[in-house]
């Protein structure tokens, strides 16, 4: 049930040296490709990265834990493509992005794959030294692979906190 693919992922901050699969990527990728976006406009690039370039996001986030991630996925944001809201100019890539980046942190924990999203990354260095297409910026880093730790309960704020049904007619 989706419910329980919901509740098994975690933020995972140890992975095994196990590298993930191709195909297990590519079936990620397009559960990604999938994802809805305001107006459709899909303004998102996603770079599987787990060669040299992994210095640079390790520069960009310097906590040990993500060195043992054998890939990190950098989302990155098209704000010129993105559906702009006209009432108000509100910029929705990067709320597309977040939709497609869930998208893959739950694929990945159906493939048996431990994610984090990292977002408190050195944005600045990340845009002067990795390599993005033009007009693209990172929105969030998100290492993957094969978790090494287990998931620890956290706690969830109360239902009746976070949303309300209509009353029953």
Same mark, same amino acid.
């Given at each position: 049930?989706? !419910?329980?693919?919901?509740? @098994?992922?975690?933020?995972?901050?140890?992975?095994?040296?196990?590298?993930?699969?191709? #195909? !297990?990527?590519?079936y990620i990728m397009e559960c990604v490709r999938l994802? $809805?976006?305001?107006?459709? /406009?899909?303004? &998102?690039?996603?770079?599987?990265?787990?060669?040299?370039?992994?210095?640079?996001?390790?520069? *960009?986030? *310097? /906590?040990?834990w993500i060195r043992? @991630?054998? *890939?990190?996925?950098?989302?990155?944001?098209? !704000?010129?493509?993105? &559906?702009v809201r006209p009432s108000d100019g509100k910029n929705h890539a990067d709320v597309d992005v977040a939709i497609a980046t869930e998208h893959l942190v739950l694929a990945a924990a159906e493939q048996g794959l431990g994610t984090c999203w990292v977002c408190n990354f050195d944005a600045p260095l990340l845009a002067a030294e990795f390599p993005v297409p033009a007009g693209f910026e990172a929105v969030a880093l998100i290492p993957i692979g094969y978790p090494a730790d287990t998931a620890t309960p956290k706690k969830r704020k109360?239902? @009746? #906190?976070? &949303? #309300?049904? $209509? @009353?029953? !007619?």
């Open positions: 049930m989706f !419910k329980d693919l919901c509740a @098994a992922r975690y933020s995972c901050r140890s992975y095994t040296s196990q590298p993930v699969e191709r #195909e !297990k990527l590519q994802a $809805p976006s305001a107006v459709n /406009r899909q303004p &998102w690039r996603f770079v599987v990265v787990d060669d040299e370039r992994l210095q640079i996001l390790y520069r *960009a986030y *310097a /906590r040990d043992t @991630a054998p *890939a990190i996925i950098v989302c990155l944001a098209e !704000k010129t493509a993105a &559906w109360e239902a @009746a #906190e976070i &949303w #309300e049904l $209509p @009353a029953e !007619k």
